[in-house]
């Protein structure tokens, strides 16, 4: 597989997030604000078709062959590529004279994580609630209430349906979109988004071709992953407080985001605490930095433009060879999909806002200083 820089790390964050969460649930040792604190960080992965997505949530996910898979007495995983609305909850309907009930996922899985693959929808649902005179539908009540809390309800003239402990994560995966990360629902989630570079595109070329993609992931190294999120897992229940002071003190003094988004990157640190092994101690390490700082780039241009950001992306990794603006469409039309008015579009935009110029037929990227923003201010 091509590695992508920190997905691996945010998604074993996620991973050590959920089991702490479990930890939680059975313990109910940690609350906020009178409620069970919400331990899970669910990763939405965003890139263009073709580019990892599935492979990694499968890589992990899948039941059968995933590294996860051994992990099944201590939590079931899945990959799922549709969801009706009422898929979550369950429903519950009349069959001949009898009043029968049907699981929803947020009960089959209560426990488990779930690889939402291709869930563009999560971008309409979320965004929803913005639109003038639009009422939540079921699902977005039914997602905002279980991805936070550990309780979700459904009334029905038949009766009630009423899930308690609910513990699941979801890694839904999406292409590129710009997203209100305003959203309650959003901000359920953390994000990574994927640009392929020429240079990406030669590496997935020749990993796709590499003899060791086409075998299988070896039962010892499945064990050894079961063993170690078991022993982590012992420590974490013999927890009663958790320390947040060293990340408190680099939000306060390096981050300068709200108190609305902070809880987001608490739980990244609890989870890669737990994924590093260093619990009962969270230690602000150089990994657990680049891994805010890549959060926090990655809220910021979704909320911008993500297809527009590819583009700038695409001619800074090619500064010391720069492509031809022309040369620059055909790779974003070719691994983007990216039609010729969109690309000119933003291509304007990039150049209006000084971040691209064309030199000599080439373009040229102009590297950010993220410090003349005042409203992201990443640490040096």
Known sequence: MVQIPLLVEK??????????????????????????????????????????????????????????????????????STFSSESWIGTIYQKGKKIE???????????????????????????????????????????LSALEGETATKDLSFGTIEETDIGTTIWPGMRLTKLDTTSGLLRRFIFHIIFPTPQLAKE??????????????????????????????????????????????????????????ERIYKRIAVGYAFASGTLPDIVMDDTLEAIFRHEQYCRYIIRDDPEKEAIYQVALATKDEPLTKEELEAF??????????????????????????????????VERNWNQNRFLLFPK
């Open 204 to 261: 997935f070329k020749q990993a796709i071709r590499n003899k060791q993609i086409s075998k299988p992931i070896s039962p010892v190294v499945k064990e050894q992953v079961k063993e170690t999120i078991e022993e982590m897992k012992q420590v974490a229940n013999e927890m009663k407080e958790i320390d947040y002071s060293e990340i408190e003190r680099y939000l306060n003094g390096s981050m300068k985001i709200s108190h609305v988004e």
């Open 101 to 143: 009930a049907s699981q929803g996922l947020f009960s089959r899985f209560k426990r488990g994580i779930i690889g939402a693959d291709e869930f563009m929808r999560l971008k309409d649902l979320a965004e929803a609630e913005s639109k003038p005179g639009r009422k939540h539908t079921n699902e977005e009540v039914y997602l």
């Open 11 to 80: 998604l074993c964050v996620s991973v050590g997030g959920h089991v702490f969460n479990l930890t939680n649930l059975d313990n109910r040792r940690f609350y906020h604000a009178g409620s069970l604190e919400n331990f899970r960080s669910h990763v939405v992965i965003m890139a263009p078709s073709g580019f990892s997505k599935t492979t990694y949530i499968k890589f992990f996910l899948d039941p059968h062959h995933g590294i996860l898979s051994h992990c099944y007495q201590i939590f079931p995983t899945t990959v799922r």
């Open 332 to 365: 974003m039309f070719k691994y983007y999909y990216m039609n010729r008015y969109r690309f000119h579009r933003l291509f304007h935009l990039l150049t209006a806002e000084g971040l691209i110029q064309v030199r000599n037929d080439h373009v040229h990227a």
